[in-house]
């Protein structure tokens, strides 16, 4: 969500500096926007399971700057973990995969892709930690990855591969 201030009591302010300091910067903020007239801001662009620290500054019409605010601490959430335990099995003409269901609870959804030579072709969204479809042709072989979706849309990385040939 954005970020939020309370306005500087000085009633000539025109800008707010927005510094940000990110984990592997050190102790060093950096300025990242200059807001005009605004209290807020909505950072972009930050990655997963990282805590990032802010700092704000004043300016006023001279171009005079306040002290640097205190800094706050946000973290943003992690992205969920990578699917274990792939496993899989042809069975009566079917596939059937099945992986470790996700002990964290605010997994929305599983998505099961197929590996193809031009990347990774999405086949199904699924909410048990099971996937099942018709085996492909005999002496053929399909391989799958599996993601784990949580609510606020954020996927995993892919599990590892399985491959699965018709004998």
């Given at each position: 969500g954005p970020l939020a201030w309370p306005s500087n009591p000085e009633g000539d302010i025109v800008y707010y500096h927005v510094f940000r300091n990110a984990p592997s910067e050190g102790k060093e903020f950096t300025s990242i926007t200059r807001v005009r007239g605004n209290t807020a801001y909505t950072d972009k662009e930050l990655k997963d399971g990282v805590t990032y620290r802010y700092a704000i500054q004043?300016?006023?019409?001279?171009?005079?700057?306040?002290?640097?605010?205190?800094?706050?601490?946000?973290?943003?959430?992690?992205?969920?973990?990578?699917?274990?335990?792939?496993?899989?099995?042809?069975?009566?003409?079917?596939?059937?995969?099945?992986?470790?269901?996700?002990?964290?609870?605010?997994?929305?959804?599983?998505?099961v892709y197929e590996k193809r030579f031009l990347g990774n072709e999405k086949l199904a969204t699924v909410r048990e930690a099971r996937f099942g479809e018709p085996s492909p042709p005999k002496g053929k072989s399909k391989t799958y990855l599996v993601t784990a979706t949580d609510k606020d849309g954020l996927e995993s990385e892919i599990s590892r591969e399985i491959t699965l040939t018709v004998k």
């Amino acid at each position: 969500g954005p970020l939020a201030w309370p306005s500087n009591p000085e009633g000539d302010i025109v800008y707010y500096h927005v510094f940000r300091n990110a984990p592997s910067e050190g102790k060093e903020f950096t300025s990242i926007t200059r807001v005009r007239g605004n209290t807020a801001y909505t950072d972009k662009e930050l990655k997963d399971g990282v805590t990032y620290r802010y700092a704000i500054q004043a300016e006023d019409r001279d171009g005079l700057l306040s002290d640097h605010s205190e800094s706050v601490s946000v973290p943003t959430t992690p992205r969920p973990r990578i699917p274990q335990d792939l496993s899989g099995e042809i069975r009566a003409g079917m596939v059937q995969l099945k992986w470790q269901s996700d002990p964290e609870p605010d997994i929305a959804f599983y998505t099961v892709y197929e590996k193809r030579f031009l990347g990774n072709e999405k086949l199904a969204t699924v909410r048990e930690a099971r996937f099942g479809e018709p085996s492909p042709p005999k002496g053929k072989s399909k391989t799958y990855l599996v993601t784990a979706t949580d609510k606020d849309g954020l996927e995993s990385e892919i599990s590892r591969e399985i491959t699965l040939t018709v004998k």
